[in-house]
């Protein structure tokens, strides 16, 4: 089975502070993605890369950068965490059409 | 753009009840369709999906159907457990080669069912 790891369960930073989260799979699936969970907004899309070295903007990137230097790891940085980026964060990676696999997700406070 | 609605949770069911979650869409092409659960505490995973018209997923007795004419993808369960207690959460897959698999999620459904 596919699997990603997402590098925290749960983490807590202050305000300012740049903050960096960790994904990684092992299936060589060319695409990854970043979601934040909120209850009652659903998932929303961050950013995305199909490839290496390349990123797309989703649905609410202001705030956020990614990095993806190597195929299997898919990194995602608050530049300077705020109090509104307290969220659940869920990384994917995926074949196309195939549907996502998920990693367990990093609850992230920022106090 | 693409969406995916759900009906509005939550679902409160009791043990061995029928469950149906209502799930519709908007694309401009010719979607695939998935559902996804998230135990309490974890990451999404994939529960079934159905790429074209009139497709049936089916897992762990879960089943959706594919229907373009309604543009609906409802998921169905003859008899709910307590472990089944979840959220639900439907997705489409964009159509196109530059969709990059790209996935647009509903809001999710919380069901919870009582012994």
């Known amino acids: 089975d596919v699997k990603v790891t997402q590098s925290s369960r749960y983490l807590v930073k202050r305000t300012g502070e740049k903050v960096f989260l960790e994904c990684v799979q092992d299936m060589d699936h060319e695409n990854m993605f970043w979601y934040r969970q909120d209850p009652g907004l659903g998932l929303r899309l961050i950013y995305f890369?199909?490839?290496?070295?390349?990123?797309e903007k989703g649905d609410i990137p202001e705030g956020y950068s990614v990095s993806r230097e190597k195929k299997e790891r898919f990194s995602l940085i608050l530049e300077s965490a705020s109090t509104n980026q307290t969220s659940m964060y869920l990384c994917a990676s995926s074949l196309v059409y195939y549907g996502y696999t998920f990693g367990s997700g990093t609850r992230l406070t920022v106090v | 753009g693409d969406s995916v609605t759900q009906m509005e949770g939550p679902v409160t069911l009791s043990e061995e009840a029928f469950l149906t979650i209502n799930c519709t869409y908007t694309?401009?092409?010719?979607?695939?369709l998935f559902w996804y659960v998230q135990y309490p505490g974890e990451g999404l995973q994939l529960l079934l999906k159905?790429?074209?018209?009139?497709d049936k997923g089916s897992n762990k007795g879960f089943e959706a159907t594919y229907r373009k004419e309604t543009t609906s993808f409802h998921l169905e369960k003859g008899s709910v457990q307590v472990s089944d207690s979840a959220v639900y959460f439907c997705?489409?897959?964009?159509?196109?080669?530059?969709?990059?698999?790209?996935?647009?999620f509903g809001q999710g459904t919380i069901l919870t069912v009582h012994p």
């Open positions: 890369s199909y490839d290496v070295k390349m990123k």
């Open positions: 997705a489409l897959s964009e159509a196109g080669g530059t969709s990059y698999g790209k996935l647009t």
């Open positions: 694309a401009t092409g010719y979607p695939s």
């Open positions: 159905a790429t074209k018209a009139d």
